[in-house]
């Protein structure tokens, strides 16, 4: 009885074992594809904005292989067909980490790459409480949160101090309405000695896409255009038509309608210029005698600045680093990264007033309006986004609204109709 026992228990063992070595197998195989946030991986970054490698590395690359020596970090950019996006996601080609602005976001979506971050930051311990709501709310507007914002932006005014001196105009301040801008503008925008000076200009995509009235550009329900109505009316009049009254010679618009940065560093025959925060770091702001101040508001919205435009981090769901990749966006939205960004005059994104109050004290332009010009005026809240944006913005005829070749109410009109049959032709695509 014992014997038969005896084998019977040797027989138990053995298929027990047999299990135990299947399940520490399996075991196995689940941690080499999950690995831990510390094991060595490399991760490609890939940056839509195509910011040269230098620049990655002088914001952010330095200071992650500083972070996380176990992990290589690849930077890419589509400086070629084969490297361009589309074309990498087509080939199964490595992408754990996506870099987009907010203007261009809307591209990565078609690609089907996005992966929503809800669980992942809560495993991670993302605080995302800390973050600017309004920051977030831009890339959850596409039905997930499929990013984290790294640094933010918003509109402000650059100046060229030189032209208010030359005509003995006050220069700008914080907290002007539109009708105030505009009239100093007027001041500004006159020929002189042969040279058509130029009293407000802007990029007119930024400055739509990123409207203080919230305005969208489609409607989700419908996929049609939502740009021919009263508020676009009333918003363009006021930031665009009106703005740039008095100009007598309309060749000198040639610049600011093809190259606006350009008319504004370069040739420096506009007063102010409105474009998005950053543009000072180009190399034509040497020896530039320039400073800045906030948007002007509407007077009805008194306070109230531009839509965010931040730069999102996404984790591509082909990634098999996603907890590796994770903890690179942690780190760049902590207290500490985002302390050390604002510090280099980078836009933090966190609801932290000693991070926003250190903003720029480590870069040449400390003498300069920047932390008021960015934080004076609170975001205005971000509109409802849709993958047509683009398609509406690239359809509205500034250059007609600009020289007055066409009356506000048929710039709009033109532009639903060449919007729609835009997203029309894109979805027949899809």
Not at 30 to 48: C, E, G, K, R
Not at 269 to 294: C, E, R, S, T
Not at 334 to 361: C, R, T, W, Y
Request: aromatic share 10%; glycine share 8%; hydrophobic share 35%.
């Amino acid at each position: 009885m014992y014997r038969k026992c005896g084998w019977f228990i040797l027989v138990l063992g053995f298929i027990f074992s047999l299990l135990t070595g299947c399940i520490s197998g399996k075991s196995s195989t689940v941690n080499q594809l999950n690995p831990t946030p510390d094991a060595p991986a490399t991760l490609v970054v890939y940056n839509i904005s195509g910011d040269p490698e230098e620049v990655f590395n002088a914001r952010w690359g330095d200071d992650l292989r500083k972070k996380f020596p176990n992990y290589t970090f690849q930077y890419m950019i589509g400086n070629s067909k084969d490297t361009q996006l589309p074309n990498l996601v087509a080939n199964g080609s490595q992408i754990d980490i996506v870099l987009s602005s907010l203007g261009v976001i809307d591209g990565v979506f078609p690609l089907g790459i996005q992966y929503d971050l809800t669980d992942l930051a809560k495993k991670h311990g993302v605080d995302l409480s800390r973050i600017e709501p309004k920051t977030l709310d831009g890339i959850k507007q596409y039905g997930g949160l499929y990013g984290l914002p790294i640094n933010s932006g918003g509109l402000v005014v650059y100046y060229n101090k030189d032209i208010f001196d030359k005509f003995g105009v006050s220069y700008p301040k914080d907290g002007m309405t539109w009708d105030d801008m505009t009239n100093l503008a007027k001041k500004l925008t006159k020929v002189d000695q042969g040279i058509q000076y130029i009293g407000l200009g802007a990029s007119y995509g930024h400055l739509s896409r990123m409207n203080q009235l919230s305005l969208p550009f489609v409607d989700k329900n419908t996929n049609k255009a939502t740009i021919n109505n009263d508020q676009w009316k009333q918003f363009l009049q006021t930031a665009v038509v009106n703005s740039i009254q008095g100009i007598s010679d309309p060749s000198s618009l040639a610049n600011l309608l093809s190259n606006p940065n350009d008319a504004f560093q370069k040739d420096r025959n506009i007063a102010m210029y409105i474009m998005n925060y950053g543009l000072q770091d180009n190399p034509a702001f040497q020896n530039f005698n320039w400073d800045m101040v906030a948007l002007p508001t509407f007077q009805a919205n008194p306070g109230v600045g531009s839509q965010p435009y931040p730069l999102y981090a996404l984790i591509s769901s082909s990634s098999q680093n996603k907890d590796q990749a994770m903890e690179v966006l942690k780190f760049l939205t902590s207290d500490e990264e985002q302390m050390h960004l604002s510090k280099k005059g980078i836009v933090p994104i966190l609801n932290n007033d000693a991070v926003k109050n250190a903003f720029g004290q480590e870069t040449p332009y400390k003498d300069k309006n920047i932390k008021n010009a960015n934080f004076y005026n609170h975001y205005a809240v971000p509109h409802s986004q849709t993958t047509f944006d683009g398609a509406v913005i690239g359809a509205i005829g500034f250059k007609d609204l600009i020289t007055g070749n066409a009356d506000i109410n048929t710039v709009l009109r033109t532009a639903e109709d060449k919007a729609n049959q835009a997203i029309t032709t894109a979805l027949q695509n899809q």
